[in-house]
């Protein structure tokens, strides 16, 4: 038997350091040729690290939240065979008990139970509850079901990896009848459990690029009301001609190409400003980011040259990159180079937001939910369909009057949305 070492690849734009983010596999387990391993960060991706080997994991080179020099041991795997090292010098093990304390992974759909776990188990093993202070492994998904159903986890076997809980854990001990020693309190209960969660991965790029935008941007914000009427008409309309052969149009296809229409006449907000090297550079291409929400956090996939699709075209690569971006599947590329934001909570927009400029950008467009309200036009009223835009601009950057007449096009050609087409 040999000892085959992966070291933490060079993924390459110059990155000399990456964050490693969960392991899918831990000390033990006899893993398969390309079984992915482990997951780690870039400052712009999560990307996939897969084994070249078969064997069982003798150790793992770090901890879910460090941050790892490229070429430095990741994993140590028996093999058959010679392997490719031959020295053996002891690598940092993590004990599977320590990683399902320090771990709060997100959920992932491709990722497989270990052999020696196999996904059955959870309905045939006892429920023994872990120690008080024993962190279950979960997904923030997982957890938030198990709290709506009123279920303390630390009675849930766990069949993932490491011990981590899944949805069909909870299935399985929600099927049965629990004893009252592995039900939660009731709702008018004394409560003194805590959880501490590990600011790691995706949650702690969010919160450092957060902390940057309000730190470095000088942010004001614009909201106005507009009458999306006609437009929600003609979005019914082409849906219910179209939709079955084309595909069904949300807003967002709309927006984008009010956005590509105003931006003509205002290209100082698709802009980008290297504050460092004091240079703003004006784009021709409208690359638009399209916040979006998953289980693990949020995340910008970028809408490529939005000037020059269609709607249907346009419409359909908004769903593959959401789609792309929620099942974590999103490339760097995907994830970058986007000159302009748009984000939307759909029926959760509320009235206003104040949404945070996604630097190097200058300006960014918050959709906010559409209702019904009753308005008076020519001095009659009438039931109208209202919906609110809250944007929020860089002023180092981009001035109030051109910020409020950037809106006031955009307002223009949706509230007529025949002039989204009129060239």
Known sequence: MG???IKMPDIGEGIAQVELVEWFVKVGDVIAEDQVVADVMTDKATVEIPSPVSGKVLALGGQPGEVMAVGSELIRIEVEGSGNHVDVPQAKPVEPQAAAVVAQPAPRVEAQPAASQPAAACSAAP??????NEKPLASP???KRALDAGIELRYVHGSGPAGRIQHEDLDAFMSKPQSTAGQAPGGYAKRTDSEQVPVIGLRRKIAQRMQDAKRRVAHFSYVEEIDVTALEALRQQLNSKHGDNRGKLTLLPFLVRALVVALRDFPQINATYDDEA???TRHGAVHVGIATQ???GL???VLRHAEAGSLWG????ISRLATAARNNKASREELSGSTITLTSLGALGGIVST???NTPEVAIVGVNRMVERPMVIDGQIVIRKMMNLSSSFDHRVVDGMDAALFIQAVRGLLEQPACLFVE
Do not use: F, K, L, Y
């Not at 429920?127 to 008080?132: C, D, E, F, L």
């Not at 346009?314 to 690569?317: F, K, Q, T, V």
């Open 294 to 296: 998953g289980d693990n």
């Open 3 to 5: 000892t085959h070492v």
């Open 355 to 357: 949404p945070v400029v």
């Open 141 to 143: 998904a997982v957890r």
């Open 299 to 301: 995340m910008v996939p």
């Open 314 to 317: 346009n419409a359909s690569e």
């Open 278 to 280: 004091q240079v703003i």
């Open 127 to 132: 429920i023994v509850p872990r120690q008080a």
